[in-house]
Nanobody, 123 residues
Framework: QVQLVESGGGLVQAGGSLRLSCAASERIFSRNAMGWFRQRPGKEREFVAAIGWSGITTNYADSVKGRFTISRDNAKNTVYLQMNSLKPEDTAVYYC????????????????WGQGTQVTVSS
């Protein structure tokens, strides 16, 4: 049973923008923090951004601060990742995740995961 579904990935030139979406079941989305992680080629999966239930608390990896914005629409059970000023090093599979309670940088603290969406940034 698929409970988190990412979309919006694709191929973009450096300097361009993409918006990723993650649709979740209401049971998974409700009252939970949501996060985005990515796995770059040959690298371990890493934290990108997270947002609390109310949307007030957000956290970002240093590598994306000022370029990426995480947001959520609780009425639609959807979390977004707006990615601007993309760089080739942002090329990765991006995963959406949910965890009970507050935000976390630690992927091991997330309870649910999507299947991932590929983002490729050409130079």
């Amino acid at each position: 049973q698929v409970q988190l579904v990412e979309s919006g990935g694709g191929l973009v030139q450096a300097g361009g923008s993409l918006r990723l979406s993650c649709a979740a079941s209401e049971r998974i989305f409700s009252r939970n923090a949501m996060g985005w992680f990515r796995q770059r080629p040959g690298k371990e999966r890493e934290f990108v951004a997270a947002i609390g239930w109310s949307g007030i608390t957000t956290n970002y990896a240093d590598s994306v601060k000022g370029r990426f914005t995480i947001s959520r629409d609780n009425a639609k059970n959807t979390v977004y990742l707006q990615m601007n000023s993309l760089k080739p090093e942002d090329t990765a599979v991006y995963y959406c995740a949910a965890r009970y309670g507050s935000t976390s940088y630690n992927q091991n603290e997330y309870n649910y995961w999507g299947q991932g969406t590929q983002v490729t940034v050409s130079s």
